[in-house]
């Protein structure tokens, strides 16, 4: 059985920082594909970012180098580091994982196989 459980999510006033963990229960972890996923207020879910099993690290066109997403293959844990948050950047984000090591369309939400509860950022002006 897959868990995926989110923390560090919380208030921040624009400009600042936060960073979300997600922790996996998964054995084969390091094959894994991890993603980030965020729904916003009477949004539909958007990819923020993902990590491949395989190699490779993507990100949404908005993300414009302000997140960075890590993976420790040995504490089975991924983390996304926000940086310059902004209003917009308000919303639930979701950690979700998918048994494929390589997924061409990473920032579909359809593909991935087990998703965590989310966790509330809530970015004020």
């Known amino acids: 059985q897959v868990e995926l459980v989110e923390s560090g999510g919380g208030l921040v006033q624009a400009g600042g920082s936060l960073r979300l963990s997600c922790a996996a229960s998964?054995?084969?972890?390091?094959?894994?594909?991890m993603a980030w996923f965020r729904q916003g207020p009477g949004k539909e879910r958007e990819f923020v970012a993902a990590?491949?099993?395989?190699?490779?690290?993507y990100y949404g066109d908005f993300v414009k180098g302000r997140f960075t997403i890590n993976r420790d293959n040995a504490e089975n844990m991924m983390s996304l580091q926000m940086n310059s948050l902004r209003p917009e950047d308000t919303a639930v984000y979701y950690c979700?994982?998918?048994?494929?090591?390589?997924?061409?369309?990473?920032?579909?939400?359809?593909?991935?196989?087990?998703w965590g509860q989310g966790t509330q950022v809530t970015v004020s002006s």
């Open positions: 979700a994982a998918d048994s494929h090591s390589f997924i061409n369309t990473y920032y579909s939400s359809s593909e991935y196989e087990y």
């Open positions: 998964i054995r084969t972890f390091r094959r894994f594909t």
């Open positions: 990590t491949l099993g395989g190699g490779g690290i």
